[in-house]
């Protein structure tokens, strides 16, 4: 089984881009999260996506944002991008429901880190 | 309020045991979990434990739960310098599906 693929792996923006992120999750789940890790702040939730609609979200400002498709992928988006936006982006993906052990497991991916100059 | 503490070194002699603490403030968590990050990789999940359980085994690794003092530890016995990485706790309310992350243990074993 396929684990959760990000891409891209790595990019270069300058201060003002906008970037786009994209996240395929696990065959068969239907969530996906997103989280930013930096070192000063460690990792902090973004929003979590549950057949195409948006279940929860973090205290990020507007410029960030995402979408789920029909097929459960996901992308991010970051607009007027700032130095602080430097971090790793991290997506999860999970069953979006509870397992029968009543534990929701999210599996992440390798992450996208993005540098903003 | 939602918060998660961990110490944020350790270093141990490989073949011993390592035992990395958390604490947690939300009594309205349901599952807790452990995660491993490696240098430029993401989040390996190692572990996960019920907040009604008092303690979790599997292979390797030990979870301890103490629910009153919001206090979670996980132990790795005979500790391997291929366990060097950094240790996340994390926490997850109820039907919340967001996980909140301590600020992770460095653990460095030394051969």
């Known amino acids: 089984k396929a684990g959760v693929t990000q891409t891209p792996r790595y990019l270069i923006k300058t201060r003002g881009q906008q970037v786009t992120l994209s996240c395929s999750p696990i065959?068969?789940?239907?969530?996906v999260s997103w989280y930013q890790q930096t070192p000063g702040q460690g990792l902090q939730f973004l929003f979590e996506?549950?057949?195409?609609?948006?279940?929860n979200k973090g205290n990020f400002p507007g410029r960030f944002s995402g979408r789920q498709f029909s097929n459960s992928r996901s992308e991010m988006n970051v607009s007027t991008l700032e130095l602080g936006d430097s971090a790793l982006y991290l997506c999860?993906?999970?069953?979006?429901?509870?397992?029968?052990?009543?534990?929701?497991?999210?599996?992440f991916g390798a992450g996208s880190r993005l540098t903003v100059l | 309020g939602e918060d998660v503490e961990q110490s944020l070194f350790l270093s141990v002699r490989e073949g011993d045991s390592s035992v990395i603490n958390c604490t947690y403030t939300?009594?309205?968590?349901?599952?807790l979990y452990w995660y491993k990050q490696e240098p430029g990789a993401g989040l390996q999940l190692l572990t996960y434990?019920?907040?009604?359980?008092d303690m979790k085994q599997d292979q390797r690794l030990t979870v301890l739960l103490n629910k009153k003092d919001k206090h979670l530890s996980l132990r790795i016995a005979d500790t391997q310098t291929g366990d060097s990485a950094i240790y996340f706790c994390?926490?997850?309310?109820?039907?919340?599906?967001?996980?909140?992350f301590g600020s992770g243990t460095r653990l460095l074993v030394r051969p």
């Open positions: 999860a993906s999970s069953p979006g429901t509870a397992l029968s052990s009543g534990a929701n497991v999210l599996t």
């Open positions: 065959s068969g789940h239907r969530s």
């Open positions: 996506y549950f057949s195409e609609t948006q279940r």
């Open positions: 939300d009594s309205s968590s349901t599952y």
């Open positions: 434990i019920f907040s009604n359980m």
């Open positions: 994390a926490e997850m309310m109820d039907s919340s599906y967001k996980l909140i």
